[in-house]
């Protein structure tokens, strides 16, 4: 089993840059994939970005394609979510998942971290 632990949100403003973390504990998540999905309010969580287990691909959506980057650290066992020129449409609640799917895993889900970007 995998615990996953969000942070780094927050509430910035229009243009302004983030950088969202993923602890993974209880066992190593390693060997899977792992992915950032988001949801605001009234709509459905929707995937932002994810990479494979070894690093080698990763994949976006083409909302944030160029703005934000995943990657992810074996040492300290966590993966990251860098956001740049964020904007308001980008407020949403954001979700670190992984798993042996690539690009949506969804076998472990962590509670979430708030991103408020205001204009």
């Known amino acids: 089993q995998v615990q996953l632990e969000e942070s780094g949100g927050g509430a910035v403003q229009a243009g302004d840059s983030l950088r969202l973390s993923c602890a993974a504990s209880?066992?190593?998540?390693?060997?899977?994939?792992m992915a950032w999905f988001r949801e605001a309010p009234g709509n459905e969580r929707e995937f932002v970005a994810a990479?494979?287990?070894?690093?080698?691909?990763?994949s976006y959506a083409d909302s944030v394609k160029g703005r934000f980057t995943i990657s992810r650290d074996y040492a300290k066992n966590s993966g990251y979510l860098q956001m740049t020129s964020l904007k308001p449409e980008d407020t949403a609640v954001y979700y670190c998942?992984?798993?042996?799917?690539?690009?949506?895993?969804?076998?472990?889900w962590g509670r979430g971290t708030q991103v408020t970007v205001s204009s």
């Open positions: 998942a992984a798993g042996m799917g690539f690009p949506r895993p969804r076998d472990y």
């Open positions: 209880g066992r190593t998540f390693s060997p899977y994939a």
């Open positions: 990479i494979t287990w070894s690093g080698a691909v990763t």
